[in-house]
């Protein structure tokens, strides 16, 4: 079995940083892509960074620059640096983790439970 528990959420003013974490434990053969995702209220959930297992990186357009995306392979773990942030930021953070195991055969993708982040102005 795969869990993943993020942490580092909180309140924040605007302009203030905040970093998050995800580390996935259990039973894992090997861990792919990485990404964080965000859900803010009345809003459908969207992808905001992601990181292959080489390092490459991916960032939606609202956060470039401000946002950084990277992983610890070792610690199975993956963090997101948020700089800058701005009331809009405002969401519940997941994390979501490519993994495969020794339980089934292929890559499948699990979720963390979310970390409300909250940008006042």
């Known amino acids: 079995q795969v869990q993943l528990v993020e942490s580092g959420g909180g309140l924040v003013q605007a302009g203030g940083s905040l970093r998050l974490s995800c580390v996935a434990s259990g039973s894992m053969r090997g861990i792919n892509a990485m990404a964080w995702h965000r859900q803010a209220p009345g809003k459908e959930r969207e992808l905001v960074a992601t990181?292959?297992?080489?390092?490459?990186?991916n960032y939606q357009d609202s956060v470039k620059g401000r946002f950084t995306i990277s992983r610890d392979s070792a610690k199975n773990t993956v963090y997101l640096q948020m700089n800058s942030l701005k009331p809009e930021d405002t969401a519940v953070y997941y994390c979501?983790?490519?993994?495969?195991?020794?339980?089934?055969?292929?890559?499948?993708?699990?979720w963390g439970q979310g970390t409300q982040v909250t940008v006042s102005s």
């Open positions: 990181i292959t297992s080489g390092g490459s990186t």
């Open positions: 979501c983790v490519n993994i495969l195991t020794w339980a089934r055969p292929g890559a499948y993708d699990y």
